[in-house]
């Protein structure tokens, strides 16, 4: 194995560049200028600025994060070329019709065929669909570049497996899959890889294997979510509560514990569709796959007609009601507001006239405004009909049924999306998943 590539990176002769500085990049970028000499690379001039000054635009890491660290950040082509290892780390969202967009991924491959030498490597980390490395990027660099996979350069696909907010399972904790284009390219990105990942790396047999890999995890998780979700509408309708039940079945050594709720984010929302799109090309219709996904998606519509229904007994007067709406991000405990499924529980209640008022102590009002036409309200009112807990945030688990009398009329409904408050609700009507 020519061990060359690895052991420049080692005494800094050579350098190490990410393409795309968000919640996967940056700390994989940072991760590894601990080690090894590093350019950190994105087209954003604005966030390569905060991140010079230290600051995460993705609001993950602290500063100190940014400590000790040999990199550079650039939005430059000219930097960009000083580094011979590649890391590919933009986003691969879907459209407004849950087709793959392949934009930012094609365009930081283009970004790489003006840039990259002969002996270089290129290393992808965004979610794609299995041959997407292969069929759509490498004949982008090579048409750009005149080099061919293999003979000129290597090619490897490693799947990102960030989990945002999560301060436990980082980059250096979580196993890595790697792959390369050839024996030797897997064994050079296998190596590079094992100096930032205390957890050790999996050697997959081939790209498209590595592929495959990363986008079932999310699947998987986005299908036993959806059954949830389908036997929370069923017990619901048993007047049964689904966290009581999901606790009873617990009990069994191998009950897997999934719970309902609502499935944003730009992982286990999007990363179904990109199989079932190649799957289509490929004259096969998917049908438990997409059937999770119809589930998962209706949820938030489910949740906004619940409520209403509601209101209707209860108040009457619709358009007098008034729904507060607690947390905004896609989960709980991160500021990211990107493809959270709260935006449509807003628009579900709004489409019914209903007066909505949304706070969380981590989104940011501008960008939620600007993202989904709505703001979070400056003050908590003392009159509401319902209030919808949708993010389980720490700052929201301790609040009491004293808290929640206090805010709102009698009568009036929670509904405790993540069952956080189970039992604790006495003073007003409680409803969850």
Known sequence: MNTMMYQD???????????????????????????IKVIGFDIN????????????????????AFENCDITFTNQLDELRKANF??????????????????????????????????????????VYPGCTEEDCVPIIEKLSGLKMVD?????????????????????????????CCDESLEVIAKVYELVVKAGVHRASSIKVAEAAKIIENTQRDLNIALMNELSIIFDKMNINTFEVLEAAGTKWNFLRFQPGLVGGHCIGVDPY??????????????????GRVINDGMAEYVAKKVLQYIIQHNGNVKD?????MGATFKENVSDIRNSKVADVVKGLKSYSLNVDVTDPY???????????????????????????????????????????????????????????????????????
């Open 9 to 35: 990176l080692l005494d800094k002769k050579k350098s190490l560049a990410v393409i795309g500085l968000g919640y996967v990049g940056l700390p994989i970028a940072l991760e590894f200028a601990k080690k």
């Open 45 to 64: 001039a604005e966030r390569v600025e905060m991140m010079r000054n230290g600051i995460d635009p993705s609001q993950e890491l602290e500063k100190e």
């Open 86 to 127: 590649f890391i590919v780390a933009v986003p691969t969202p879907v459209d407004e019709h849950n087709v793959p967009d392949l934009v930012p991924v094609q365009r930081a491959s283009e970004t790489i065929g003006k840039v990259i030498k002969k002996g270089d490597y290129v290393v992808f980390e965004s979610t």
């Open 152 to 180: 000129d350069y290597k090619i490897g696909y490693s799947p990102e497996r960030i989990n945002p907010g999560d301060k436990e399972h980082t980059i250096s904790t979580i196993v890595k899959v790697v792959s390369g």
């Open 274 to 291: 990109y199989l079932t799109y190649k799957s289509k090309e490929l004259g096969y219709d998917s049908q438990v796959i997409l059937a």
């Open 321 to 325: 009601a008034k729904v507060l709406v």
């Open 363 to 433: 989104a940011d009002s501008d960008e939620l405004k600007h993202e989904y036409g709505f703001t979070l309200t400056p003050s908590i009112q003392s009159d509401y009909d319902a209030v919808i807990v949708t993010v389980p945030h720490n700052e929201y688990k301790i609040l009491d049924d004293a808290y929640f009398a206090s805010i709102t009329k009698d009568g009036a409904l929670i509904a405790d999306l993540k069952g956080s408050y189970r039992g604790k609700i006495k003073s007003r009507s409680y409803w969850s998943l």
